[in-house]
């Protein structure tokens, strides 16, 4: 089966496999034999292919954290399931999503408003800058996620719109 | 004169904290290795955070947000009168600079460990202490102001030279700024930056000063007790910014000479000791690619980055902060204070610097702060913590000390590999690319030096290899993909000798 990681803005396939003694790695055309030892306080020591690395790694809920050759980096796991359902519905616009933590200003619509495109559907604050979410598309406000005052990480989501018929 | 004074004869025997996260913890390991009693005011957003945990005593302050509650002087004050303290420590940033809080707490019979109100007014106001600064006889950058004489105003801005720069009276945030190089164009920009004003502020009055081209930010520590004590502890370069804030300071700069150094630290004594000032300072300059120096501002309280001055002098500056609010005296001459190796200071941010230096936010799920000779930790954050929106980002300071500067950047680039935070994005690989550029290690930098090299912060592409390890890393460490991998046994291990 195929499973994925998105790092960064990119997303990649893979998968796994056991060998004799642990893994292998299926990534691309490549299969490269990997395992993963794991010590105290999130130190692992990882194998792959010749190579050994001492890594250090902790994990909460599909977010992999992995601290590799001097720096951080985050890996989220894509279950299966939910990219086919991503796929058969709903476009990744009608979910707006905080482009960075902050708190909302204002809100200038309601669940089951008629929107258009460019409208204004809320504002919002961070580093003490105002930012101005407005519809991708003409369409209709499903969820209403924060109200004014209230504050968000970065990604949460703030709105969306229905489904495309 | 770090030796730890007795502090029987002292007026307060308990110092409350009035600051949250590495400055509290910075400020309570002093008191407590006095001997004395910390205590620390905290936020509900603050309960598992280290400088909770660390203090004798603990007294929650509410609020409409976190920050207000420690802008809540009334509050904090009647923690000081409940809790027994003689003191209260403002740190850096919130009350630190308020007259008002500083009158308030001295009125409620409290040692205020900062200098006096009026010290903190004069210095408060940027044109107030620029014109006092002036007229003692010290440099500021030449300028114009078009109120003093609306008529004169062309004439004086002329005066003043090219390249110079006119800024709204009324603004702020570098809108409606002009840089005037050509002075035949003097008065066409000056209608321009009136209007630009007017437009923005609604006031077109301006005022116009020397523009230095790709100017460093040095600053000059000073301690004052109060008594007509005041001598200098170096400075400190702080060119390296992004935002208007800094990210690395370190000392000695690279940029000075022995004179320079000699004169730019005698100016920052010279200014405090014009006003008698008591307590640790920082005074602020602008200084030019040909040497020449204007001063800025004056801190009236201890700095964020006084560690790099703590670690080359030996000079604990908490507690000649606190001797000083106690009424002793300096006790100590100019001649005493010496320097030796070099200390750079890495402002660790939870931000991410390819995206504009936007804030993040997420738990502390694994923390190894890195260690080792030379290696300084500043930080009020745990493991199992969590760093919010509700406050500044910084998390934590770095601090290396190395016998000459390009130790100190080694010791720095591997402090900053070594130290492991998992679940929130920071800013030390950005900081790691900062310190390899050559510019950097030549110390040729300016404060314009990021926006000038946005590469820098630019997340480089990722290597093949280092792609598969991270790849093979989280397949490992995900359940689901293990499960199904343990679901369907090695096929060569399950034929057996089918190998050989």
Not at chain 2, 141 to 166: C, H, M, N, Y
């Amino acid at each position: 089966m195929q499973h994925a990681f998105k790092l960064g803005e990119a997303e990649h396939n893979n998968a796994l496999s056991r060998s004799a003694n642990a893994y292998r790695l299926h990534f691309g055309e490549q299969v490269i034999d990997v395992d993963l030892k794991t010590g105290a306080d999130g130190r692992a020591w990882l194998t792959v292919g010749e190579r050994h690395h001492e890594v250090v790694i902790a994990t909460r809920g599909d977010d992999v954290f992995v601290h590799f050759d001097g720096e951080a980096y985050q890996l989220r796991y894509r279950h299966p399931l939910d990219r086919l359902a991503a796929a058969a519905g709903g476009s990744a616009e009608d979910h707006i999503r905080a482009p960075m933590p902050g708190s909302i200003v204002s809100v200038s619509v309601k669940p089951g408003d008629a929107v258009t495109k460019g409208q204004t559907l809320l504002v919002m604050e961070s580093m003490k800058m105002e930012t101005t979410i407005t519809a991708p598309r003409d369409g209709v406000v499903a969820v209403v996620t924060y109200e004014k005052a209230q504050t968000f990480d970065r990604d949460a989501l703030l709105l969306s719109l229905e489904p495309n018929q | 004169m770090s030796a730890v004074p007795d502090t029987s004869q002292w007026p307060f025997k308990a110092v409350l904290v009035a600051n949250r996260g590495e400055i509290a913890v910075r400020v309570l390991r002093t008191v407590q290795k006095l001997g004395l009693k910390g205590i620390v005011v905290y936020h509900a957003a603050d309960r598992g955070t280290l400088a909770v945990k660390m203090a004798d005593q603990a007294i929650e302050i509410t609020g409409p947000t976190p920050v207000a509650s420690y802008l809540d002087g009334a509050q904090i004050i009647a923690a000081a009168l409940a809790s027994g303290a003689g003191a209260i420590h403002p740190g850096y940033g919130f009350l630190s600079e308020n007259k008002g809080f500083c009158q308030a707490v001295e009125a409620a019979g409290i040692r205020f460990i900062g200098p006096t109100p009026e010290q903190i007014d004069l210095m408060g106001d940027k044109v107030r202490a620029r014109n006092f600064v002036e007229k003692a006889g010290f440099p500021v950058a030449p300028s114009a102001i078009e109120d003093d004489d609306p008529a004169t105003f062309v004439e004086r801005s002329r005066k003043v030279g090219a390249p110079l720069l006119i800024k709204p009276s009324a603004g702020g945030g570098g809108k409606g700024m002009r840089i005037v190089r050509d002075l035949s164009l003097l008065e066409q920009e000056i209608v321009r930056g009136r209007s630009e004003g007017a437009r923005y502020f609604g006031d077109g009055r301006l005022y116009c000063e020397r523009y230095i081209e790709n100017p460093r930010h040095i600053e000059v520590q000073v301690l004052g007790d109060g008594h007509g004590n005041v001598v200098h502890v170096f400075e400190r370069e702080c060119s390296v910014q992004r935002r208007f804030q800094k990210i690395v300071e370190e000392t000695p700069s690279p940029a000075l000479t022995p004179e320079l150094r000699e004169k730019i630290c005698e100016t920052a004594a010279g200014i405090a000791r014009s006003i008698g000032y008591r307590n640790a300072g920082t005074v602020e300059f602008i200084f030019g690619q040909q040497g020449e120096f204007y001063f800025l501002e004056m801190n009236t309280r201890l700095q964020v980055e006084h560690p790099v001055t703590e670690q080359i002098t030996g000079i604990d500056l908490v507690l000649q902060q606190l001797r000083v609010a106690a009424g002793e005296q300096l006790g100590f001459e100019q001649t005493d204070v010496k320097a030796q190796g070099h200390a750079i200071e890495f402002r660790i941010y939870a931000e991410d610097a390819a995206r504009g230096y936007t804030p993040t936010t997420g738990p502390v799920l694994v923390l190894h702060p890195p260690q080792g000779e030379g290696v300084r930790w500043d930080s009020g954050i745990l493991q199992g913590g969590e760093v919010t929106s509700a406050f500044d980002p910084m998390i934590a300071k770095l601090i290396v000390t190395g016998h000459d500067r390009a130790d100190a950047i080694a010791k720095g680039d591997a402090a900053l590999r070594d130290t492991v935070l998992l679940g929130c994005k920071t800013n030390t690989a950005f900081l790691r690319r900062l310190i390899a550029h050559p510019a950097f290690v030549a110390g040729d930098v300016h404060t314009g030096f990021l926006d000038a090299n946005p590469q820098i912060a630019a997340e480089p592409e990722l290597a093949a290899e280092t792609l598969q390890a991270l790849l093979a890393a989280a397949a490992l460490s995900t359940r689901p993909m293990r499960d199904v991998a343990d679901a369907v046994p090695d096929m060569h291990a399950a034929m057996g000798g089918w190998r050989n």
